[in-house]
């Protein structure tokens, strides 16, 4: 009974491998060296929250799991994230000029206002139409980078830096 019970479990614990890792590959994600739920790519780890918050709620909920709203450093990163998204609706991503009008930061810290920074905004964005100090993707026509404000609910993505 005891080695019925346990090859039970691996046969389970083996198909729902297959099963995540063939749901992964759909889309040409790897979990790699990052905590279960989370997808790697590039030396960071990234994980789509699909529950709708303000940007400052979803970047709390970033770092309460070791991490940051994503950051976009390049053409890659943003359609990487978009796939990861998986959907049309538009996302919060960790971008905001909340500190001083018109310099965009990053939450983790990295720079978005010098020239050669990684720019992906939809045309006449950012605007700061009203109070628009954040920044959701997935926006428009384009599907791009727009400023809005920060109190609108959509879902997100978090990052997680490896000490590789």
Not at 58 to 75: F, K, P, T
Not at 109 to 123: C, H, I, Q, R, V
Not at 125 to 140: A, I, K, L, M
Request: with cysteine; aromatic share 10%; charged share 20%.
């Amino acid at each position: 009974m005891a080695i019925f019970t346990l090859s039970a479990f691996v046969v389970v614990t083996v198909l729902s491998s297959m099963t995540l890792v063939s749901q992964g590959a759909e889309i040409g994600l790897c979990q790699g060296p990052c905590p279960e739920g989370w997808i790697y790519k590039n030396g960071r780890c990234f994980q789509h929250i699909a529950d709708k918050k303000t940007w400052l709620d979803a970047e709390i909920h970033c770092v309460s799991l070791g991490g940051n709203l994503a950051s976009e450093h390049s053409e890659d990163d943003h359609e990487f994230l978009k796939k990861l998204n998986n959907n049309d609706d538009p996302f919060w991503i960790g971008l905001s000029d909340i500190h001083k009008e018109g310099t965009w930061l990053w939450s983790d810290g990295t720079s978005a206002s010098s020239e050669w920074d990684f720019l992906k905004w939809n045309p006449g964005e950012p605007n700061n139409s009203g109070e628009e100090n954040c920044v959701h993707t997935n926006y428009g026509g384009q599907k791009d980078w727009n400023d809005t404000g920060c109190n609108g609910m959509f879902q997100s993505i978090c990052a997680l830096r490896l000490n590789e």
